[in-house]
């Protein structure tokens, strides 16, 4: 159990389960799901900083890490999400067992990357909050004030979304000021993920990638549209209030 403590203290990471399921039946008869608990900005001086971009996976777009499988004989290395298998790029050139890169190395679950040309200019980080609205009125208040405790703490260049879920999924247009406005889900409706980006409309009139996973406007969402939903950590809060007492008291039909 000590081992896990120190791993989710090095790494700010907290797993439902220590094991993943092997098989589909497996996991239909986990009663938990398969998930992880971030903590964001988790303070750790010893995590490496790497002075050049991430090495993404060219089908799913994840990141070379600890759990990656390298084929050092064919220069390969298998994307542990989607099985791709991937070249290393030429800068990989001399890795080998005993010259491994830093991503490779079992404790470097956690590492961090210097912005560089390739990756492009910092984007601020975002902050999406989730909130079961399913609660009694006096909890109501609590909530609020562990929002604005919470938004307080964020760093000033932060953008806040905010996603509240009941009987219905409603993402809300904190950006969008003139009057209230967010999308509703049915809860009991599965949505694919193409649907979702059709009816918020972060794709209107542009060409959804073929492959990858869409991360932002370098994938053709404008940044017009990622404005509608995301606000600065120090302009959010009035919206924030608003939205969750307007969805905690007064439930809205539910469409899609």
């Known amino acids: 159990m000590s081992e ?12 439902t389960w220590n094991v993943i399921p092997g098989t589909k039946q497996d996991a239909a008869s986990c009663v938990v799901p398969v998930s992880a608990i971030y903590t964001p900005l988790n303070p750790n001086p010893a995590i490496p900083v790497l002075p050049y971009a991430p090495l993404r996976c060219r089908s799913c777009r994840s990141i070379l890490n600890p759990f990656s499988v390298a084929d050092f004989s064919s220069k390969m290395w298998l994307c542990p999400f989607c099985f791709q298998r991937n070249h290393f790029p030429q800068q990989y050139s001399a890795v080998s067992l005993s010259n491994l890169p830093t991503e490779l190395y079992p404790e470097c679950c956690t590492v961090e990357y210097m912005a560089t040309a390739e990756t492009g200019p910092v984007l601020p980080p975002v902050f999406l909050f989730v909130v079961d609205t399913c609660m009694i009125e006096e909890e109501i208040g609590y909530l609020k004030s562990a929002l604005a405790q919470a938004v307080e703490l964020l760093p000033d260049q932060s953008l806040v979304g905010f996603i509240t879920f009941g009987t219905y999924v409603q993402v809300h247009e904190l950006g969008f000021g003139l009057l209230p406005k967010s999308h509703v889900f049915k809860g009991t409706k599965e949505i694919k993920k193409d649907q979702i980006l059709e009816q918020m409309g972060f794709l209107t009139g542009k060409t959804k990638p073929t492959t990858g996973v869409i991360t ?21 809060e009035f919206m924030l209030n608003s939205a969750y007492r307007r969805t905690a008291k007064r439930p809205v039909a539910g469409f899609c």
Do not use: K, Q, T, W
Request: glycine residues 10%; charged residues 30%; hydrophobic residues 45%.
């Open 4 to 15: 896990f403590l120190e791993l989710e203290a090095r790494d700010g990471v907290r797993m």
């Open 216 to 236: 932002g406007a370098r994938d053709g969402v404008s940044a017009e549209s990622i404005a509608r939903f995301l606000l600065p950590a120090s302009e959010c």
